[in-house]
């Protein structure tokens, strides 16, 4: 689903012009990336929740040059 169905479907179903809900979607997902740029975890009870976690260096072979390569640290959403 993309953000235009979300907003179209919330917009059919509440009786609320587009622009409306385009813009509290906006803000909704404003809030969580700002959040999640501060580390911060957001659960939505009922739906999922999100963390950023960090990830450890490891090592693991390149599978086109079949060497050995590092990867470094790096922060990921769980």
Do not use: W
């Not at 953000?3 to 012009?17: C, G, N, P, Q, T």
């Not at 909704?28 to 963390?51: H, K, N, P, V, Y």
């Not at 693991?60 to 050995?68: A, V």
Request: charged share 35%.
């Amino acid at each position: 689903m993309l953000k235009k169905d979300l907003v179209d479907k919330v917009s059919s179903e509440l009786a609320m012009h587009k622009q409306d809900v385009g813009l509290a979607v906006d803000i909704l997902l404003d809030t969580m990336t700002q959040a999640l740029a501060e580390e911060r975890r957001i659960e939505l009870r009922g739906f999922g929740s999100f963390a950023v976690r960090e990830r450890k260096p490891r090592s693991t072979k390149n599978p086109r040059t079949g060497k050995m390569m590092e990867i470094p640290d790096r922060k990921t959403l769980h």
